[in-house]
C-alpha cells in the first residue's frame, strides 16, 4: 500500500468517526520558544490542551510534517528513525478517551485493506501500557481481545507522557508489531525495538503535574479537569510494514532517492544478508543517510529555512553537509550530487506536498548555493589538512595532534571522519582523545551558555503564569485607539512608582504588539493615580500582550482602572507602511514570479524594509515599474479589508501565506481589494490612497537569493521627494538651466572638464620639453661626459621628467658620452630619474647603477633609462651632485 494512501485512509477512518481534518502546521515550530522544529501532531493544538485556548472541535486528526533532530545520528542504523517524517494523529479534546482511543486505533489498523482498514495481522500486534495503568490493560485485553502475553507493562521512561513543564501529562500506551525472528530475537519490545517496531503511541492525558526535577520526577498534583488524547502514529514505519520492505528508508517516499545514489556511486544496496538493521553493510547505511537527509533538507527549506550558523538554519546546513559528505564517502566525485538527488526528492514527495515542486526554483537555489559552499570548506580544509600531514612526518611523528583536527572541525567545518580517514591514507593516526577532550570542553561551554540563557527562560514561567492567571488578553487596536481597562499584573511587582519601568499587563488594550515586521505602538496609559508612558509592547506568548513601560508621576498598582492610549500619529505611519509592504510584496511577484516570496518586513512609521526570495539583483527598470503599478492601486482608493477565515478558505482565495507566520485553524486574511490578499495579524490603513505615495529608495543584498528593498510611505516619501527637489532647483540655479537639463548639463560639463585638464597636461609637457633644447646646449663636460643636471618645475608628473631626460639625451651628439640627470618633487619626496646615450654606456656607465648610487640602493631600471626616489625633498639637488660625482 502506497504512502499517499495510507493517510488518506487514516483521514478518512477518522473523519468518519467525527474528526475534523486539520491541516499540518509549517515545519519550524514558530510559537514555541523551545523548540525548533514541530516534532510531533500535537504540537499546534498545545494551547487546547493547556486550556488557553478553546478548541472549536472536540475531536480532531492530521497528517503532521516533523522533524526530530535528535534522531539525526540513529538514521540509517535502525530501521526506525527519519529526520523528517510525518505523524498521523487522532486528538480528543475532553471528549472520548482510553477506550475510544485503543478501540479507534485497533479497528484501523487490523480491519482488512478490502473495508478500508490496514489490514494487519491481529496475532502479530502487542501493547505496552504504563506499570499501574489497569484500565488500559483491561480494555486491551477483555474489550480487543489481546492475550495478556502480548501485553507488557513498561515504565516511566518509556510509558509515561508530559511537556517536561507543568501541566497536563499521563500514561502512554504503544502498538507494536512483530516482524518475525528474521529481523531480531524474540521476547517483545523490552528484548528487540526493531523486530517488535513501534507503530503507534496512544498518550492518555489525565493528571496535572507539577514543577520537577528532571523528566522523570514530578509530582502529580490531581486529575484534569478534561481528559484529552493525542496520538502518534509514524506514517513511515506503518508504510515500512505494509511494503514489506526492511526500514522506512526503502519505502515509496524514500527508496528512489537511495536508489539514486547508488546508481551515481556505483554501489549496490543491500549488501548485507540479514535483515538486522544493526548489522547493515556501511555503506547502506550511507544510503539511507543520503535519502534521509535530501528529503528531509526538501521539506524543511520547501517550509521557508535557509542554511545558515544557528537555530534552524544551523540544523539545515548539518543535515545538507551530512547528505553531501555521504554521498562522498560513497565514492561521487564528479561535482555537485544535489542536483542529480534533490529533483528525485521532489518527485517522491509532490503528490503529496505540491509547494515542493511549485516553489522547486527557490528550493533548489538554497541547496546547491549550499553545496558550493560546503565543497569549497572541503577544498580548504583538505589543503589545511595535508600541510598539517606534511608537517607531521617532517618531524617524524605517526599521530596528528588532537588540537589540529579541533581545529579543522571548529574554524573550517571540516569533520572530523574525514580527518580521520585521509590520516589514514597517509600512514598517520590521529589523535583522537585529544580530539574528543577539546570537543568536550567546547561542549561545557556551550551548555554553560544555554544554561545562562534559561535565565530569559525563567521569564517565560513568569508570562506563563500571568497568562494562565487571565486567560488571554483581548487586542482591540483593530478597530479602537484608546480604551478603558484594568491593570492585571505587573509582572514580578506589585506596586510601581514614579521613575520605575515596568511590565504591564491589561485586561484589554488597543496597543499593539510588535510581531510579523509591524513595530508595538506606544502611547500613555493614565491611571487612577498615575501616569505611565508606554515605550514598548511585546507578545512572549501566544495570547499574552506585555507593555512596556515607563512611570511618568504617581503610583501604578495591580487592579487599578485605567485609560490606554496610543500613538495615533505613530500607529497611522507604521499602519501606512505595512499596507505598503504588502502592496510591494505582491507587485514584486507580479513582474518577478511566484516565488518572490517574502524573507522577512520591517514597518516603521513612514519607513518599510522588505526582504524576499529571489535569485539575483532586481534590474532598476523592473523596480521603477514596481514603483509605477503600486502608486496607481493607490490611486485606485481600494478598500483594505481584514477577516477571519479558515485557513482552507483563505488557501482558496489564494492569500498569500508567510512561512513564519502562525496557522491556526482560523486565520486573518488582509486584503487591499482585489490586488493583494495576504495572511495577517497586522494593522492597516482603511484605503490605499491613505498611503499618498510610496517612494522606493534602494535594492540590496541581504545574503543568498535574498534581495532588500527599503522605501518611504505617506509624509516620509514626500518629504524625500521635495528634498530631493530643492537641490535640483539649486542644482538648475547653479548650471543656470532648467531642472529637466540639469543631468545633461552636468554630464557636458564634467566631460569639458577633462578634456580642458587634458590640454593643459598636453601644454605642460611642451612648456617642459621646450626647455629641453636650451639645457642640452647647457651640458657641461665632466671627465669627457656631457652632464645635464636639473630640476624639473614643480607638479610635473613622472611621466612627464621621463619624456624630459630622453628629449634633453636626444639632443645631445650621440657620438659624444652624455648622462642627463632629471629630479622633481611631490608630497614632500624628491626623486630621480637617470638617462644614459649609447656613447656613455660603451664607457661603463649605466643609468641603473647612478640611480642606485645616488640613491643608496633605493631605485632601478635599465642602463639606458633608470627612476628612484622617496627620500625628502630638501634633498633634491644632493642626488645631482652625487650622479655628477659619480662619472
Ligand atoms: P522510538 O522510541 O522508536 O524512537 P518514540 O517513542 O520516540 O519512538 P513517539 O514520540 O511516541 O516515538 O512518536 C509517536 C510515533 O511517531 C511513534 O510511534 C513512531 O511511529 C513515530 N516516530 C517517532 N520518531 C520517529 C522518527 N524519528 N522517524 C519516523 N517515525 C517516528
Ligand atoms: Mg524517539
Not at 235 to 258: F, K, T
Not at 640 to 652: D, G, L, M, P, Y
Not at 657 to 673: N, Q, S, W
Request: overall charge negative; hydrophobic content about 40%; some cysteine.
Amino acid at each position: 500500500m502506497r504512502t499517499a494512501e495510507i493517510k488518506r485512509r487514516f483521514l478518512a477512518h477518522f473523519e468518519a468517526n467525527g474528526h475534523t481534518v486539520v491541516p499540518s502546521a509549517p515545519l519550524p515550530a514558530v510559537d514555541d520558544p523551545n523548540l525548533l522544529f514541530v516534532n510531533a501532531g500535537m504540537v499546534q493544538f498545545v494551547p487546547f490542551f493547556l486550556g488557553q485556548r478553546t478548541p472549536p472541535y472536540q475531536r480532531a486528526t492530521s497528517v503532521q510534517k516533523c522533524i526530530r533532530t535528535p534522531d539525526i545520528e540513529e538514521v540509517g542504523k535502525t530501521s526506525r528513525h527519519g529526520t523528517f517524517f510525518q505523524m498521523n494523529g487522532n486528538f480528543s479534546f475532553g471528549d472520548y478517551f482510553k477506550e475510544g482511543a485503543i478501540g479507534l486505533a485497533w479497528d484501523l489498523a487490523t480491519k482488512s485493506v478490502a473495508d478500508g482498514g490496514l489490514g494487519l495481522d491481529a496475532e502479530r500486534i502487542w501493547a505496552t501500557v504504563y506499570l499501574d495503568d489497569d484500565e488500559a490493560i483491561d480494555i486491551w485485553h477483555k474489550t480487543v481481545g489481546l492475550p495478556m502475553d502480548r501485553i507488557v507493562r513498561r515504565g516511566k521512561k518509556d510509558n509515561y507522557w508530559s511537556m517536561g513543564i507543568p501541566g497536563p501529562c499521563g500514561p502512554c500506551s504503544e502498538l507494536y508489531f512483530d516482524r518475525g525472528p528474521a529481523y531480531g530475537r524474540e521476547g517483545g519490545p523490552d528484548v528487540d525495538e526493531d523486530r517488535y517496531l513501534e507503530f503507534w503511541n496512544l498518550v492518555f492525558m489525565q493528571y496535572e503535574r507539577g514543577a520537577g526535577t528532571d523528566k522523570e520526577n514530578y509530582p502529580i498534583l490531581g486529575e484534569l479537569p478534561a481528559k484529552n488524547i493525542d496520538t502518534g502514529m509514524g506514517l513511515e514505519r506503518i508504510a515500512s510494514l505494509l511494503q514489506g520492505v526492511d526500514n522506512l528508508y526503502e519505502i515509496d517516499e524514500v527508496n528512489p532517492i537511495l536508489a539514486r545514489a547508488a546508481e551515481m556511486t556505483g554501489k549496490r544496496y543491500g549488501q548485507a544478508v540479514s535483515h538486522v538493521a544493526s548489522e547493515s553493510h556501511p555503506d547502506d547505511v550511507r544510503l539511507r543517510v543520503v535519502a534521509d537527509h535530501v528529503r528531509t533538507a526538501l521539506m524543511v527549506i520547501g517550509d521557508g529555512v535557509i542554511p545558515s550558523n544557528e537555530g534552524r538554519g544551523y540544523v539545515l546546513r548539518r543535515i545538507l553537509r551530512r547528505a553531501i559528505r555521504s554521498v562522498r564517502l560513497l565514492g561521487w566525485r564528479e561535482g555537485p550530487a544535489l542536483p542529480e538527488l534533490l529533483p528525485v526528492a521532489r518527485d517522491c514527495m509532490s503528490p503529496s506536498y505540491p509547494e515542493v515542486a511549485a516553489e522547486y526554483d527557490r528550493i533548489s537555489s538554497y541547496a546547491y548555493g549550499e553545496e558550493e559552499r560546503f565543497l569549497q570548506t572541503l577544498q580548504a580544509g583538505t589543503t589545511i589538512l595535508d600541510l598539517a600531514v606534511t608537517e607531521t612526518k617532517a618531524k617524524g611523528g605517526a599521530v596528528l595532534a588532537g588540537d589540529k583536527a579541533f581545529q579543522l572541525h571548529d574554524t573550517y567545518g571540516f569533520p572530523i571522519d574525514l580527518t580521520l580517514e585521509i590520516a589514514a591514507e597517509q600512514g598517520l593516526r590521529v589523535d583522537e582523545a585529544g580530539f574528543r577532550r577539546l570537543m568536550a570542553d567546547q561542549k561545557a561551554a556551550a551548555k554553560a551558555d544555554a544554561q545562562a540563557r534559561k535565565t530569559g527562560h525563567a521569564d517565560l514561567s513568569a508570562y506563563r503564569a500571568a497568562l494562565e492567571e487571565g486567560g488571554p488578553v483581548e487586542f482591540t487596536g483593530y478597530r479602537e485607539v484608546a480604551r478603558e481597562s484594568r491593570v492585571r499584573s505587573l509582572l514580578g511587582a506589585t506596586v510601581a512608582g514614579e521613575g520605575d519601568e515596568i511590565s504591564l499587563v491589561l485586561d484589554a488594550t488597543p496597543f499593539y504588539a510588535e510581531s510579523g515586521g509591524q513595530q508595538a505602538d506606544m502611547g500613555i496609559i493614565t491611571l487612577g493615580s498615575g501616569r505611565v508612558e508606554v515605550i514598548d509592547v511585546q507578545s512572549p506568548l501566544p495570547g499574552l500582550i506585555v507593555h512596556r513601560a515607563k512611570v511618568l508621576d504617581g503610583e501604578v498598582r495591580v487592579g487599578d482602572a485605567a485609560f490606554a492610549e496610543i500613538d495615533v500619529n505613530r500607529r497611522r505611519a507604521v499602519s501606512r507602511a505595512h499596507t505598503a509592504t504588502h502592496l510591494i510584496h505582491q507587485t514584486m511577484r507580479n513582474f518577478l514570479g511566484e516565488s518572490a516570496t517574502q524573507a522577512g518586513s520591517l514597518n516603521a512609521p513612514g519607513r518599510l524594509r522588505f526582504d524576499f526570495n529571489t535569485p539575483g539583483a532586481v534590474p532598476q527598470s523592473v523596480l521603477t515599474d514596481v514603483e509605477q503599478q503600486v502608486n496607481e492601486v493607490l490611486l485606485r482608493d481600494l478598500l483594505v479589508h481584514a477577516f477571519i477565515t479558515s485557513q482552507e478558505e483563505a488557501r482558496k482565495l489564494g492569500a498569500m501565506a508567510l512561512f513564519g507566520e502562525k496557522y491556526g485553524d482560523e486565520v486573518r486574511v488582509v486584503e487591499v481589494g482585489d490586488y493583494a490578499r495576504e495572511l495577517c495579524g497586522g494593522t492597516h490603513v482603511e484605503r490605499s490612497s491613505q498611503l499618498g505615495l510610496v517612494k522606493i529608495l534602494s535594492e540590496s543584498s541581504v545574503g543568498a537569493g535574498v534581495r532588500r528593498v527599503e522605501a518611504l510611505v505617506g509624509l516620509d516619501a514626500f518629504g524625500h521627494l521635495a528634498r530631493e527637489h530643492v537641490l535640483v532647483s539649486r542644482l538648475a540655479e547653479l548650471f543656470r538651466v532648467p531642472g529637466d537639463q540639469v543631468a545633461d548639463r552636468v554630464e557636458q560639463t564634467v566631460a569639458q572638464l577633462r578634456d580642458a585638464e587634458r590640454e593643459l597636461e598636453k601644454l605642460r609637457v611642451q612648456l617642459v620639453l621646450a626647455g629641453a633644447g636650451g639645457l642640452a646646449d647647457a651640458a657641461r663636460d665632466i671627465r669627457g661626459v656631457a652632464f645635464v643636471g636639473t630640476e624639473a618645475p614643480e607638479g610635473t608628473s613622472a611621466n612627464e621628467v621621463r619624456t624630459l631626460v630622453q628629449e634633453i639625451r636626444g639632443r645631445i651628439p650621440s657620438d659624444r658620452p652624455a648622462v642627463v640627470a632629471v629630479t622633481s618633487r611631490s608630497g614632500g619626496k624628491a626623486s630621480l630619474v637617470v638617462g644614459v646615450n649609447g656613447a656613455a654606456k660603451s664607457r661603463g656607465l649605466s643609468a641603473g647603477d647612478l640611480v642606485k648610487g645616488a640613491l643608496s640602493g633605493r631605485g632601478g631600471g635599465s642602463a639606458d633609462l633608470a627612476q628612484g626616489g622617496g627620500v625628502p625633498a630638501t634633498e633634491a639637488p644632493a642626488l645631482l651632485t652625487a650622479v655628477e660625482r659619480a662619472l
